[in-house]
């Protein structure tokens, strides 16, 4: 029995992406994985991706000398944290010890106070609740993606305290990560959720502890009400006992009665002390448990939900974008190699193949530039070398003709294919018209097909040419592989 997958944390995704970035895909990687993956992988099979992966980051994170973007990110986002925290409390605290004072000598409005601690509170969850429902069901919500850039935003001055080049790559693979909010799910989103759902627990327990322990102990509140409307006492006490309705079966005591709601009204102007005592200190218990219930619980209960949908987004990573497809096949080998003219299966690979969507396998449509010298028989020959994938079809194609591709593309997505093989020399230089180009090859790609550009030499791609390659895929935002 092997066992289960490590648990991925949101620090290690953005490590791994960051370490994906700065990977040269060289050959070396199945010797890499060979020599350092795999005594990590401490009884998990070599098939499994996303413990191969982990083991891969922890030697990569071990190489580098122990810098991580991954610990800088969750060390701003903890910081971010703790200041919302902070922030929430002192507010909370604030705002009570606002409503609570008796400058004037009138009772405290108790119709007043439960609106601002908590009618708004409910507003602001209701706003929010619209906000995702819009998200999930029409167009995405603006507000909820300017909090996520407020936070990081947030986060990015906290870290000007890193130094430079940890700052700096940092910002680059959050920067990744919010230019492709498909990649995992949107994880950045959560943390900013989270953040929110903490400043709200501190907001509610600053109202609740200015309220026990800083003026009921030191000061005789008294409460009332009043209102311009013609509002009624039944009118109130329906209302009060409807908001009591959570804990009224547990403690039904815990609210003004009719006769003491009746008891508190009072006139502008009207002083405190000529309420009933009694009935004026009766609305206490009622607004305490009023801000418990509406406010800190349904926090709690959201903060405890946003966590854990994190987890569970985290657990269900499949880590099957094209860096990581590309990387699993340097580190994995291909599935088949080229041995006299032949394609044969490589014995590495035997009994631990990758479930089919962790490789293209099986058959691909390969488009060549016009530029690319090769016979046909040696680019299928690389191609399934390199990728482990029969060419079905290979068509020649000018790279840098977006409106020759829908010509080349029509009828693809009927086509029973796992992958489509751009061939480009390495020493092409990439340019706008060529990412047009591949921006209509990926829009016309079957679901679940990978896209690859393959980059050919005469003799080994260097190193240089693939930089290029790789900064203008991600400049231009290019959903695919770079292969050489």
């Known amino acids: 029995m092997t066992s289960p997958a490590p648990a991925w944390t949101l620090a290690d995704v953005i490590d791994f992406e960051h370490q994906l970035a700065e990977a040269t895909g060289g050959d070396e990687d ?51 944290q703790s200041a919302a925290l902070v922030a929430g409390f002192v507010l909370g605290a604030a705002l009570a010890g606002a409503l609570l004072s008796q400058g004037s000598g009138e009772p405290i409005n108790a119709l007043l106070f439960f609106f601002w601690t ?35 935003s947030g986060a990015s001055a906290l870290m000007r305290r890193l130094p430079g080049e940890r700052r700096e790559r940092l910002r680059s693979t959050l920067a990744t990560l919010k230019r492709q909010p498909d990649l995992h799910g949107s994880l950045l989103k959560w943390p900013a959720l989270i953040v929110s759902q903490w400043f709200g627990v501190a907001f509610n327990l600053g109202l609740l502890f200015a309220m026990l322990f800083v003026h009921l102990p030191f000061a005789e509140l008294r409460f009332g009400w009043q209102s311009t409307y013609p509002v009624s006492p039944a009118q109130v006490h329906r209302a009060v006992q409807a908001a009591a309705t959570p ?26 002390q000529t309420l009933p005592s009694d009935a004026a200190r009766a609305w206490w218990p009622f607004l305490v448990l009023s801000i418990a219930c509406y406010g800190l619980l349904l926090r709690v209960l959201m903060l405890a939900s946003a966590s854990a949908m994190l987890h569970r987004r985290l657990a269900r990573l499949a880590f099957d974008h094209p860096d990581a497809n590309a990387l699993w096949r340097r580190l994995r080998g291909p599935l088949v190699t080229a041995r006299g003219g032949e394609a044969a299966l490589d014995d590495r690979s035997i009994g631990s193949e990758p479930a089919p969507h962790h490789a293209p396998g099986g058959s691909c449509v390969v488009l060549v530039s016009e ?50 093989v751009v061939v480009v020399p390495a020493r092409r230089d990439p340019i706008v018209a060529v990412a047009l180009f591949l921006r209509e090859v990926a829009g016309a790609a079957p679901a679940g097909a990978e896209v690859v550009v393959l980059l050919v030499a005469a003799g080994a791609v260097d ?21 050489r």
């Open 30 to 80: 199945r010797r890499f994985f060979e020599s350092e993956i795999v005594p990590r992988l401490a009884g998990a099979a070599p098939d499994d991706r996303r413990a191969v992966f982990r083991a891969w980051l922890a030697a990569r994170r071990a190489r580098s000398g122990g810098h991580s973007v991954g610990v800088s990110y969750e060390t701003s986002r903890r910081a971010l």
């Open 118 to 152: 908590v009618v708004m509170q409910g507003a602001v969850l209701v706003l929010a609740l619209a906000g995702w429902a819009l998200r999930r069901f029409g167009a995405p919500w603006a507000p909820l993606r300017g909090l996520v850039e407020l936070l990081l």
């Open 247 to 272: 804990w009224h079966w547990l403690v039904p005591g815990l609210q003004p009665t009719l006769a003491e709601i009746e008891a508190t009204r009072y006139a502008r102007g009207q002083n405190a």
């Open 371 to 420: 530029e690319v010298e090769l016979p046909e028989p040696e680019l299928r020959s690389r191609v399934r070398e390199r990728l482990g994938c029969a060419a079905q079809q290979l068509t020649r194609a000018s790279i840098d003709d977006r409106h020759g591709a829908a010509a080349l593309l029509a009828g693809l997505d009927a086509a029973d294919t796992s992958a489509i």
């Open 463 to 483: 190193d240089e040419r693939f930089a290029v390659w790789q900064r203008f895929r991600s400049i231009q935002r290019l959903s695919l592989s770079i292969e």
